[in-house]
């Protein structure tokens, strides 16, 4: 047994204790046990203990203790040395000892099958980040595997024995090879590890700490280290020693501890948490050095010597050794380790494998130095509890882990096995026993209860009080009734052949229910001093107990193993477990409600949570091992204070704290085989190429076997709906496309539970060349650089296009503007004489004449002869007669003569046009009248000369007429063109007048334009040329000159 506390203080003499709870309408009351199990108790004599007579002598008090076994060569180990112990993140003990490994689940052992090289001698272990185990065997050789078939692993150069102190690190693990580090990768490949500052590392062991540290153990310090990213080197970051409260000769154990780490030593403990460090010596005769040093789960050292295991508590720097620790003796401890519910198992030197059941919240309840026999709760934090010879009475303390206990004085004989209890007053309760009623009041003191004396020396199994304060005593002797203020209790016939009451209860109503011996099966209900049978359907099997159940039912069980719930405000009775299933084996004595809500019953060959609605048994809290191999057909459950519950069979009395279920392992997917090329990803696997496939392994522990679990898978995002409940804990994935896929897979073990979430497996299927990435970005980029060309290309061509359409519209255009020029040159010249027409002059003359004024203003003001421009107006002479008489033919080719003619006698800015008809207009820029008057000569001659003659020999002549523009230079705006060609038309009228061939010039005189201008403005000398220049020339303001021709002979003068 391990000793979890020292003893119970007594309580003081006197002190009255709480009463228990009363029973209300609507409440059931158990019995303690089982009328079959008390029944057989009675016959066999399971209680027949010397009791001893009259008080008892003071005793060495109560103390709680843990229970423990011990694992051996009988077991299944393959040795009683275990050097090492590992448990794995799926709750799995590892045991390496010096003949080989073993593996402990569900208490089962199974051992290493030896290689070649026989069972190894292991002297280290660790888990990989993948789940396979790292042995060290001798400290020389490293062998990994999935840890009952490992395969060795070659060492590289320069790495050396011994070889020790494997921790996992990250995706590696990190060793020991002479003192130096070493990093193992997950790739299998090994890296030394290069400590700065620290060229000869020298370390002797190597301990996992908090944020990613890893401890060393040096002789005289230890340190504390960070490993590079890539693994190769690692930079100390803090270093303990002799001045930090760390023992001389360095730590001989490391183990983390919370948020810290303790560091053990020869003479003291070194614990660190952050910056803080406290040194907590042994106490002094503290034998051996220590081998060993765990940290449980509740923040307590452990300590393995050469003489057993000692519990350390840090925070008061008390030692207490573990007497009897798992079973076992007093062998040098080799190594420790908590499992996943908090048991510590212990490896020794030569007792094997033992196994203190701290985790399981069962302490054994010791008294006088032997095993408690019997406990009945008092209600509340108070119990009695009994040895067979002495009773003691017990207060829980905070938690339950420091209760009180005093020894009660006995009056008469000793029970020996107490059954039931129930409050009577303050400070006294009523106790069935094997002995009759008795009754526990002050002294505390015990003695039997005058007013039960028809049940002196019987069984009183049931103690029960109605809401009316009737108090029921059912006992081997028969049932009996006490009535409030009744000075003794009275029998109750129950009927012929009925007696004994080993089980009973009070139902809403307040009637007292037992069993009827049937068969056939029936009930008891008694009421007042009447008792009713109550049939119950479904044959002939008779009821053999009855046990309370939440919302005032009742568990009823039949001596055939069936189980039923009994509604006794209706009479149903509903079939909870026929023979054979798991919860046939429910006792009501054990149903028990659990502090997280559940039930807690027994089922089978453990005490379980169980699901009344609908029936199921939920999950495994205790196995017989952890109540010390029981009997668990006589459990008994009760609860207790701070929620604890009492747990006691026939003979054993324990405090049962249930420990909340560990949270279910994640389930687990792993690639069992795939198709040549794959490589894992991280959270799945990545396949190569089409077609490929891969076949993947589900695991999910279940303590009824890996057979129970049933598993369901689907393709998330591709199959909506889960697959069907299967055993098969495989899948194979083929066919599939290229891309993501995410397997979920869900499991359910055989107590009904499933994991928080479906675990997800990616598998990634890699794209043909076609599909990958570089393939169809040099695909796209060809594509572009196509599109590009072809956009080019085409642009190209639409330039070019453009550009014909440009040159083509460009030439059209000059085309037309060409035609266009054709058109208005066409416009602008006479189509007969090819000379410019009137239109042209129309469109010209204005700029011409403009210029002149220019020119004439600036000579002016310069004191220069004006420019002044010639207007001239030539005409055929007779030209009618030539059209009549040799027609118009004829006539046109005397224009076209006259026209060369003309154009041969001008200068090259003069202006020659066709003004209409026979007649032709001529301006040619002179500077004076002289000049102009060679002009008219120069052009008449040309005609005369320059036409040929007429048929008949004749020759052709023309008259002119001519004037100049401004007709007044000093006025240059008083005269417009117009006025201007009424003088040349004047004049030329005047040419014909006279003779013909001949020229005239008419000019305006200057002082009488003035002098009119003067006396009656400009309108007045405008008004004159109204009708043509007849009346200018009628009041002497123009006058006219010229010369004669063939007629008249040269010669020039005034006409008048």
């Not at 051992?111 to 396979?132: I, S, Y």
């Not at 009737?470 to 081997?476: E, M, R, Y």
């Amino acid at each position: 047994m391990l000793d979890l506390h020292e003893g119970w203080r007594g309580v003081p003499p006197g002190e009255a204790a709480p009463p228990a709870s009363r029973a209300i309408p609507g409440e059931i009351i158990p019995s303690s046990m089982t009328a079959r199990a008390l029944a057989t108790a009675f016959a066999i004599g399971l209680f027949c203990v010397p009791a001893a007579p009259g008080a008892q002598e003071r005793s060495g008090g109560v103390r709680l203790v843990a229970g423990g076994r011990r694992l051996g060569l009988r077991e299944g180990l393959p040795s009683l040395m275990v050097r090492a112990l590992l448990v794995g993140r799926d709750g799995t003990l590892w045991a390496g000892t010096d003949q080989g490994l073993a593996r402990i689940a569900s208490g089962e052992v199974e051992t290493l099958r030896p290689g070649p090289d026989g069972p190894p001698a292991v002297t280290g272990l660790a888990e990989r980040a993948d789940g396979r185990l790292l042995v060290v065997a001798g400290h020389r050789r490293l062998l990994a595997g999935d840890g009952l078939s490992l395969r060795p692993l070659p060492l590289p150069a320069g790495m050396q024995p011994p070889l020790r102190s494997p921790v996992a690190h990250g995706d590696g693990t990190l060793l020991l090879s002479r003192g130096r580090p070493w990093l193992l990768r997950a790739d299998g490949s090994f890296t030394p590890v290069s400590v700065r500052g620290l060229p000869e590392p020298s370390f002797l062991r190597l301990a996992p700490g908090g944020d990613g540290l890893v401890w060393g153990a040096r002789p005289g310090e230890v340190v504390a280290l960070r490993l590079s990213p890539d693994g190769t080197s690692a930079e100390p970051l803090r270093r303990l020693g002799p001045e930090d409260g760390l023992t001389s000769g360095g730590a001989t154990g490391i183990v983390r501890h919370g948020s810290g780490v303790a560091f053990s030593g020869a003479d003291s403990l070194l614990v660190v948490d952050g910056e803080a460090a406290r040194r907590v010596p042994y106490p002094a005769g503290l034998p051996g050095s220590f081998h060993a040093l765990a940290s449980s789960p509740d923040g307590e050292l452990f300590l393995g010597c050469e003489d057993g295991v000692y519990r350390l508590d840090a925070s008061t720097g008390t030692l207490a050794r573990l007497a009897a620790a798992g079973g076992l003796g007093s062998s040098a401890v080799l190594s420790l380790a908590f499992d996943r519910r908090g048991n510590l198992w212990i490896g020794t030197h030569g007792e094997g494998l033992g196994v203190a059941l701290t985790g399981s919240g069962v302490l054994f309840v010791e008294a006088d130095g032997a095993p408690a026999r019997s406990v009945v709760p008092l209600g509340g934090d108070r119990a009695l509890v009994s040895t067979g010879q002495r009773l003691h009475l017990v207060r829980l303390g905070a938690r339950g882990r420091d209760p009180e206990s005093t020894e009660v004085a006995v009056r008469g004989a000793a029970p020996r096995q107490l059954l039931a209890a129930l409050a009577e007053e303050p400070g006294a309760w009523l106790v069935g026993s094997d002995r009759g009623v008795l009754r526990l009041g002050a002294g505390p003191a015990i003695a039997p209860d005058p007013r039960f004396a028809g049940a002196a020396g019987a069984y009183a199994a049931v103690l029960l009080r109605s809401s009316s304060g009737t108090v029921w005593a059912g006992t081997s002797a028969g049932l009996f009734r006490l009535e409030p203020g009744a000075p003794g209790a009275a029998s109750q016939p129950l009927g012929e052949g009925e007696q004994a009451v080993f089980s009973g209860l009070l139902d809403a109503r307040g009637r007292f229910l037992t069993v009827g011996d049937g068969p056939p099966a029936r009930l008891l209900a008694v009421e007042g001093s009447e008792v009713r049978t109550v049939l119950l359907p479904g044959g002939g099997a008779a009821p053999d107990v009855l046990g309370p159940l939440p919302g005032g039912r009742v568990l009823v069980a039949f001596e055939d193993g069936t189980r039923s719930v009994l509604d006794p405000s209706t009479g149903r009775l509903a079939a909870l477990a026929r023979p054979g299933e798991p919860l046939a084996t429910l006792l009501p004595a054990s149903v028990a409600p659990l502090p997280d809500g559940r039930l807690a019953g027994v089922a089978g060959d453990a005490v379980a949570a169980v699901s009344l609605d609908p029936p199921a048994l939920l999950e495994p809290l205790l196995s017989r091992d952890e109540l010390d191999d029981a009997d668990l057909a006589t459990l008994v459950l009760s609860p207790a204070a701070h929620g604890l519950l009492w747990a006691w069979t026939l003979g054993r009395v324990a405090l049962w704290r249930p420990v909340p279920p560990p949270p279910l392992p994640p389930l687990g997917v792993t690639a069992r085989r795939a198709s040549p090329g794959s490589w894992p990803l991280e959270g799945g696997l990545r396949l190569p190429p089409v077609p490929s496939e891969a076949e993947l392994r589900f695991s999910f522990p279940d303590p009824a076997g890996a057979s129970s679990v049933r598993f369901r898978w689907r393709l998330a995002g591709e199959q909506t709906a889960w697959g069907v409940w299967d055993a098969s804990d495989r899948v194979r994935l083929a066919s599939l496309s290229t891309g993501r896929h995410v397997l979920e897979v869900d499991a359910r073990d055989s107590h009904g539970r499933s994991p928080a979430a479906p675990a997800r497996f990616v598998v990634e299927v890699a794209p043909r060349f076609f599909e990958t990435g570089p393939f169809r970005a040099s695909l796209l980029a060809l594509v572009a650089l196509l599109s590009a060309t072809a956009w080019r290309l085409r642009t190209r061509a639409l330039v070019r296009r453009a550009e014909r359409l440009e040159r083509a519209v460009a030439e059209r255009t000059l085309e037309l503007a060409d035609a266009n020029e054709r058109l208005r040159e066409a416009s602008l010249v006479d189509p007969l004489t090819g000379l410019r027409n009137r239109r042209y002059v129309a469109e010209t003359v204005e700029a011409l004449l403009s210029e002149t004024r220019r020119g004439v203003s600036a000579a002016l003001r310069e004191g220069k002869a004006p420019p002044r421009v010639g207007v001239v107006l030539a005409d055929v002479d007779r030209f009618k007669s030539v059209n009549d008489r040799f027609g118009h033919g004829t006539g046109d080719e005397v224009l076209k003569g006259v026209a060369a003619s003309l154009r041969a006698a001008v200068r090259g800015g003069d202006v020659l046009a066709r003004w209409g008809g026979e007649e032709l207009l001529v301006l040619a820029r002179v500077s004076s009248e002289e000049e102009l008057a060679a002009l008219l000569e120069r052009l008449r001659a040309a005609v005369e000369e320059g036409v040929p003659p007429l048929p008949g020999g004749e020759r052709v002549t023309a008259s002119l007429g001519a004037s100049l523009f401004p007709p007044l230079p000093a006025r240059p705006e008083l005269l417009s063109l117009r006025e201007v060609l009424a003088l040349s038309d004047a004049a030329l009228y005047e040419a014909k007048r006279a003779g013909r061939n001949r020229w005239r010039v008419c000019r305006v005189d200057e002082e009488r334009a003035a002098a009119l201008v003067a006396a009656r403005g400009t309108e007045a000398l405008a008004s004159l040329f109204s009708g043509g220049a007849g009346e200018a020339l009628a009041q002497g303001v123009a006058r006219i000159r010229g010369t004669g021709g063939t007629e008249a002979g040269p010669g020039a003068g005034p006409v008048g």
